[in-house]
């Protein structure tokens, strides 16, 4: 059994080490002791019970105030912020899919045109979604773009607009093209065939969007598709910071190569602009030059993104290159 004194030692080694935020070198250098000893001690004040540790896990943080920050600097309608343990892009994408399953009937409530995007971030989201998640008849779901390359499912937005269809009850349409082209007479031929037309005609009706934020030009998969060589030096050469829709923008948010428009198939990015409810699924540190670009240009209205990214994009710190 410990001496009344030994307690009270080790009562004020707990306090300086976890109230005052001392170290144990800094401990033992003002109690006169060994690091050892107060090593002891700290064991001690453990045991005895003097010490409760509270684990509280990602989903009861209250990231409210944060989510106010980003939504007053940028002037967005909402933002959803969720935490992580591990930081990884496999955790942040499906902490963010959570996020956007538990919110996504009040952002669509008494809406019927819907347009989607692709990515690995709206992949997940969507795919995560339960079947019957809500009974919406009257809706329709649209892709802004066409699909790209011919074994990743991330890209397929056929899949990804048919499954989210199937969760909210609503009706899919499809455009059964490639978002890019080898050159512009074959993007106009595309555009002559009727099932393209009838998919592009839905663009005028939309009421909101829903997308994510591409990698830095160097990352990006667009970049492993056929889009022209003399494209790709230019966005690396500009040093393109991400992509919505396969519209890359450079730090300020301006949209750089603008000649891409020559060989893509997707809805044009100043009509998207006009869509009332423009929602982002995008998180990771990597992204966090392009999600500010985009957010000060005004081209989100609310944003899904991660705890670490946040922060970043409330203090303005950059990503390191």
């Known amino acids: 059994m410990m001496k009344m004194d030994e307690v009270s030692l080790a009562y004020r080694a707990a306090e300086m080490y976890y109230i005052n935020e001392m170290n144990q070198e800094q401990i033992a250098a003002e109690l006169g002791l060994s690091r050892s000893k107060v090593s002891r001690l700290l064991t001690s004040a453990r045991r005895l019970g003097m010490v409760k540790i509270e684990l509280v896990g990602p989903e009861s943080f209250d990231l409210s105030s944060l989510e106010r920050e980003i939504v007053e600097k940028y002037a967005i309608r ?14 942040i994408k499906q ?34 979604l339960p079947d019957n998640l809500a009974r919406f008849p009257e809706m329709k779901i649209i ?3 066409g699909g790209l390359g011919q074994s990743e499912k991330t890209y397929q937005i056929n899949n990804i607009v048919e499954k989210m269809a199937g969760s909210l009850g609503a009706t899919p349409i499809f455009l059964a093209a490639p978002a890019i082209f080898n050159n512009q007479e074959q993007l106009k031929i595309m555009k002559q065939v009727q099932s393209v037309q009838t ?15 591409g990698a830095p030009a160097g990352m990006s998969a667009v970049l492993d598709s056929n889009l022209p060589g003399d494209m790709i030096l230019e966005l690396v050469r500009k040093h393109a910071v991400g992509d919505i829709v396969s519209r890359f923008m450079g730090k300020s948010g301006e949209i750089v190569c603008q000649n891409i428009e020559e060989v893509l198939l997707g ?29 000060s240009r005004g081209y989100i209205t609310t944003l899904f993104t991660d705890i670490r990214t946040a922060q970043m994009l409330v203090t303005q710190q950059e990503v390191r290159g």
């Not at 956007?100 to 795919?127: H, P, S």
């Not at 998919?199 to 934020?213: C, Q």
């Not at 044009?268 to 985009?294: Q, T, W, Y």
Request: charged share 25%.
């Open 95 to 128: 902490r963010i899919a959570l996020s956007f399953q538990k919110n996504l009937t009040k952002l669509l409530e008494g809406k019927r045109y819907i347009g989607l995007g692709w990515g690995t971030t709206v992949y997940e989201a969507v795919m995560s």
């Open 199 to 213: 998919a592009i005609a839905e663009w005028s009706n939309l009421e909101a969007v829903i997308f994510g934020l």
């Open 143 to 145: 892709p802004l773009l």
């Open 267 to 295: 809805i044009p990015f100043n009509d998207m602009l006009k869509v009332p409810e423009r929602i982002c699924l995008s998180g990771g540190e990597h992204k966090v030059d392009g999600i500010r670009a985009a957010l």
């Open 78 to 91: 909402e933002a959803h912020v969720v935490a992580s343990i591990k930081g990884t892009d496999k955790e």
